[in-house]
């Protein structure tokens, strides 16, 4: 089965650094891009970050850039999002999803990953 | 560049949904449309302005003109009650835009 299968809730303290996976499967994983999209409670959908595994490249959005790393670990099919110290605002579900061939659409997505950030 | 979508949309079952999603020129552009039922992860809808994935009912339909992409839903469902983004590209540094989303209530 294709799917993208992300790990479970987190519950972290500011400052504290996390990292979550995204782990691919029933595709070739190096053929294909890793996206991730953040949802904020109540909200919308923003574009986080795109990563193509097979070369480790990646654009982030401006909004976030220098406050997550994407990595990818080609070996194991596992795209990675982490951050080096959580800030309250980043409370929210994560979202990681494929995008197949040129044109950006995500065409697969995980099922999410809820992170919370409280002291 | 900004997109506008309509915060709701009411439609009882059986009738037709017409959910917009503006922006300057969007016909130029490429629409992509997702639907996120609540509590579940975002699923593709509509490609490439009118393409319907694998598995998506022929109800589902899209179009893209001027400045405004039309996601048409007939004879509606209790099942399409969700969450509905429509989602373009402007640059390689920009390649995901998302419209804030229109919500489609079943009455």
Redesign the interface.
């Known amino acids: 089965e294709v799917q993208l299968v992300q790990s479970g809730i987190e519950v972290k303290k500011p400052g504290e650094s996390l990292k979550i996976s995204c782990k691919a499967s029933g595709y070739r994983f190096t053929t294909s891009w890793i996206g991730w999209v953040r949802q904020m409670p109540g909200k919308g959908l923003e574009w986080v970050g795109l990563m193509y595994p097979a070369d480790s490249g990646t654009t982030y959005s401006p909004s976030f850039q220098g406050h997550v790393t994407m990595s990818a670990d080609r070996s194991n099919a596992t795209a990675f999002l982490q951050w080096s110290s959580l800030k309250a605002s980043d409370t929210a579900m994560y979202f990681c999803a494929r995008q197949t061939g040129i044109i950006d659409v995500f065409d697969l997505w995980g099922q999410g990953t809820m992170v919370l950030v409280s002291s | 560049y900004e997109l506008t979508q309509p915060p709701s949309v009411s439609v009882a079952p059986g009738q037709t949904a017409r959910l917009t999603c503006g922006g300057n020129s969007i016909g130029s552009k490429?629409v992509?449309w997702?639907q996120?039922r609540p509590g579940?992860?975002?699923?593709?809808v509509i490609?490439?302005d009118k393409v319907r994935?694998s598995g998506i009912p022929e109800r589902l339909s899209g179009s893209n003109s001027g400045n405004t992409a039309t996601l048409t839903i007939t004879r509606v469902e209790a099942g399409d009650e969700a969450?509905y983004?429509c989602?373009v590209?402007l640059s390689?540094?920009?390649?995901?835009?998302?419209?804030?989303?229109t919500r489609v209530t079943v009455l």
């Not at chain 2, 390689?92 to 989303?101: D, L």
């Open positions: 490429i992509h997702y996120q579940q992860a975002p699923v593709l490609r490439d994935p969450d983004y989602q590209s390689r540094n920009e390649p995901f835009v998302f419209g804030p989303g």
